[in-house]
């Protein structure tokens, strides 16, 4: 089946691509999809539209629902549906592929976060049975990851992603990484994210890696982040570059600089984080990062195009 490159491709067509369609779509892209990651349990910021449609209205492609609990899911301001149809009404109002981070968290780490915005859920964990009730609700993409605090270990990614490839790696497609060290003392700066990580994460069945981008971290540089992607597309893998550290709530020259170093250091995958506000980007950052990534024509056709189409 051939397939249209993502950021040009109508949500009629989108809807029926796999997961190897869908592979496909990103990769012909070459460096330009944008992901918005937002917070659904939460008043969004228009109050009455959900942060994930306000984001595919600034040209998301790609919307990674980040705090989203399978087993008691909640999007602020999507219309009421059963359980299992949140993600599908969430699809059906953006026409945008559908994401949700899982985390390996550490319990005895994780319980510090209680009474915080990042408490855990059992919904949230990254088990095979959570990672099966997401895939039955329609998630196109999976990322295993650690949101601050929850302990989340690069260890603990792997073991984890074999799991869940095991699970559901036929369905729905897989990322694994972090963007900032989690709570794990040992796994800062460019520990974050080694070679070895790398390796491990794709053996154990990862179809993405994610990064953080350069310059969010302390030692993640451009040089550093290329050396990781080269890694990765020797293997026929995608490279995703996230934006985690509230930087998505810097200035647009900030954004500007960040979208293009993740450019030439070659990522496929453009994540910016959900706490410019709590809830997701500033919006005026996810347009100019867009923009910086792929100019004005792409993103205004994203921005345009009617999901009915």
């Not at 919904?123 to 609700?137: H, I, K, P, Q």
């Not at 600089?257 to 984080?273: F, P, R, T, V, Y």
């Amino acid at each position: 089946m051939k397939v249209r490159r993502l950021l040009e491709c109508p949500a009629s067509e989108l809807a029926t691509y796999g997961k190897q369609e869908l592979l496909a779509s990103i990769a012909g892209c070459e460096g330009r999809v944008m992901a918005c990651e937002t917070i659904g349990c939460i008043q969004p910021l228009l109050a009455d539209v959900t942060n994930a449609e306000y984001a595919a209205s600034l040209g998301a492609d790609i919307l990674l629902l980040n705090m989203f609990d399978v087993r008691q899911p909640i999007v602020q301001a999507l219309p009421k549906v059963p359980v299992n149809e949140t993600v599908r009404e969430l699809k059906r109002l953006t026409g945008r592929v559908i994401g949700i981070n899982l985390e390996p968290a550490d319990p005895q780490l994780f319980r510090d976060n209680d009474g915080t915005l990042w408490k855990m859920g059992a919904g949230r964990l990254a088990t095979a049975d959570n990672a099966r009730l997401a895939a039955d609700m329609g998630v196109d993409l999976i990322v295993l990851t650690g949101n601050p605090g929850n302990g989340v270990s690069n260890d603990a990614i792997v073991q984890a992603l074999r799991e869940i490839h095991a699970a559901v790696g036929d369905r729905v497609l897989l990322a694994a990484g972090k963007m900032h060290a989690s709570g794990i003392a040992g796994e800062g700066g460019e520990k974050i994210m080694t070679p070895g990580d790398t390796e491990a994460f794709m053996n154990a069945g990862a179809d993405i890696i994610l990064l953080p981008a350069p310059g969010t971290v302390p030692g993640i540089t451009m040089e550093y982040a290329h050396h990781l992607i080269q890694t990765i597309h020797a293997r026929g893998k995608l490279a995703l570059t996230a934006i985690g550290t509230s930087q998505e709530g810097a200035d647009t020259a900030t954004i500007r600089q960040i979208a293009l170093m993740c450019k030439m250091a070659g990522a496929d995958i453009h994540h910016i984080g959900d706490t410019g506000v709590p809830g997701m980007a500033l919006p005026q950052n996810i347009l100019a990062y867009s923009i910086a990534i792929r100019g004005e024509r792409h993103t205004y056709h994203k921005m345009a195009q009617s999901i009915n189409r």
